[in-house]
């Protein structure tokens, strides 16, 4: 068996260990640099949900197997510019990444032309980082209304990156009740180092890499 399948096996039994179940979690393989060929073993195991960060190369590597699997999950979960927009809605699923007004009003634009509406989830600034992108706490509520009721997007969760060398329960506690005091379903949180934390406050999808597929590839 290969050796990701072997990976996301032992993830999936740890989180059923934990948990008692997996059914509320979904576990993201973030395929990013990794070619198809180290991608596919996981495909035709049946996993659906993929994540990538980069839009060329995601439109090289999925809009094929896409077509040949339409059952598989997409999700785009880096920094995505507003011109790059137009690329992203035809191919992927999820958008985990949204931070702007300026790219909500360009979705909204994409998805009329397209006839075609992509989940998206808020990316929170949860650690009020001058570094980071994300929406900041005070201006969340004021930002989910005006992504639903002047863009008509489809807000079902909330997304954040905790500050790096930080216990990271706070974060993630905090994620869980801006997520529903919004009423929101889905939560978006959680890698390779703390996605057993982000479970206990709700998680339901966690973006694991490494823990997946190895140490990254620079080229594919």
């Not at 999936?12 to 640099?33: E, P, R, Y």
């Not at 997007?153 to 529903?180: A, H, Q, R, W, Y």
């Not at 959680?190 to 490494?210: L, N, P, Q, T, W």
Request: glycine share 6%.
């Amino acid at each position: 068996m290969h050796k990701s399948i072997d990976n996301l096996t032992l993830i999936n039994d740890q989180i059923k260990t934990k948990f008692g179940s997996i059914n509320n979690t979904n576990v993201i393989a973030v395929s990013k640099t990794f070619p198809i060929k180290e991608i596919e073993p996981l495909i035709n195991h049946g996993h659906i949900h993929f994540g990538e960060n980069k839009v060329q190369e995601a439109v090289d590597k999925w809009t094929d197997i896409k077509k040949t699997f339409e059952n598989i999950q997409l999700h785009m979960i880096g920094k995505l510019q507003s011109n790059k927009t137009k690329y992203v809605l035809p191919l992927f699923d999820y958008l985990h990444s949204l931070d702007n007004k300026k790219l909500a009003e360009k979705i909204s634009i994409e998805q009329k032309k397209l006839e075609k509406k992509i989940k998206i989830f808020i990316q929170v600034n949860i650690g009020n980082e001058h570094q980071k992108n994300g929406i900041a706490i005070s201006e969340l509520e004021n930002f989910y209304k005006i992504c639903i009721n002047t863009f008509d997007l489809d807000i079902v969760g909330l997304m954040c990156i905790p500050p790096e060398n930080c216990e990271v329960t706070p974060f993630f506690k905090k994620m869980s009740e801006l997520n529903k005091k919004l009423g929101l379903k889905e939560l978006s949180m959680g890698m390779s180092s703390d996605y057993i934390d982000a479970i206990k406050f709700g998680a339901s999808f966690v973006r694991i890499g490494s823990k997946i597929f190895g140490n990254r590839i620079n080229k594919f």
